[in-house]
């Protein structure tokens, strides 16, 4: 049971290099979130999806961009890399909400250091 | 907008001692999920225990229970005969009810340590 799948697991930039961080899973979820996790802050939301073709902005999408062409893929774009985009970033999926039985189920994140 | 606070950013307990971490929360909402998430040194989010909003039961998994006040807005979590293998970071986290909104807030997290 593969669940959801993040690659790289350490990936480290340049200033101003561009990458795509990629996700995917195969529970058949139409759900899925990207996720930054910052010392002392939490996990914050970058972009999501309801399903293939629709993307939104979270709280912090400055920078990254996102698209949704199959349900089972979700990748992270960076344009061009800043070092306040150092951070460990997680990938999520989850149903839709049917009956109130709802989990997320993350990756196993990526260690993003820019320099 | 969502908030989620814990207000505890680290903790220890001896092994085999209860200890509770607290989160409190803020939404107009009526209907909503708590969560609480374990992120070992290993970087995996793991999904401790959930609650529904309108269920009056506290959840309870094996070891770990919640306090759930709902009128208060309060969301604790209680680890009862604390193993080492519970040391991690532990966050609380609010999802709406609302129709295609499966957006987890995240409190800041509270770093638990248990001590042999």
């Known amino acids: 049971n593969a669940g959801v799948t993040q690659t790289p697991k350490f990936q480290v930039l340049k200033t101003g290099q561009s990458m795509t961080l990629q996700c995917a899973q195969d529970m058949n979820h139409e759900y899925m979130s990207w996720y930054r996790q910052d010392p002392g802050m939490g996990l914050r939301l970058i972009h999501y999806s309801v399903g293939a073709g629709i993307t939104d902005q979270g709280e912090v999408p400055n920078g990254y961009n996102v698209s949704r062409s199959t349900t089972e893929d979700f990748p992270l774009r960076l344009l061009s890399a800043a070092p306040s985009q150092t951070s460990v970033y997680f990938c999520?999926?989850?149903?839709?909400?049917?009956?109130?039985?709802?989990?997320?189920?993350f990756g196993q994140g990526t260690r993003l250091t820019v320099v | 907008a969502q908030t989620v606070t814990q207000s505890q950013p680290e903790m220890s307990v001896q092994e085999a001692e209860t200890v509770t971490l607290s989160c409190t929360y803020d939404?107009?909402?009526?209907?909503?999920?708590l969560f609480w998430y374990k992120q070992p040194p290993s970087r995996q989010m793991i999904l401790v225990i959930r609650q529904e909003a309108y269920k009056q039961q506290n959840a309870t998994e094996n070891r770990f229970s919640v306090n759930f006040q709902k009128a208060a807005k309060s969301f604790s979590l209680k680890i009862s005969d604390s193993q080492l293998g519970d040391t991690a970071m532990y966050f609380c986290a609010f999802m709406s009810a609302q129709g295609g909104s499966e957006k987890l807030v995240f409190g800041k997290g509270t770093k638990l340590t248990v001590n042999p």
């Open positions: 999520a999926s989850s149903y839709s909400k049917t009956g109130g039985n709802t989990e997320a189920f």
């Open positions: 939404t107009s909402e009526s209907n909503y999920y």
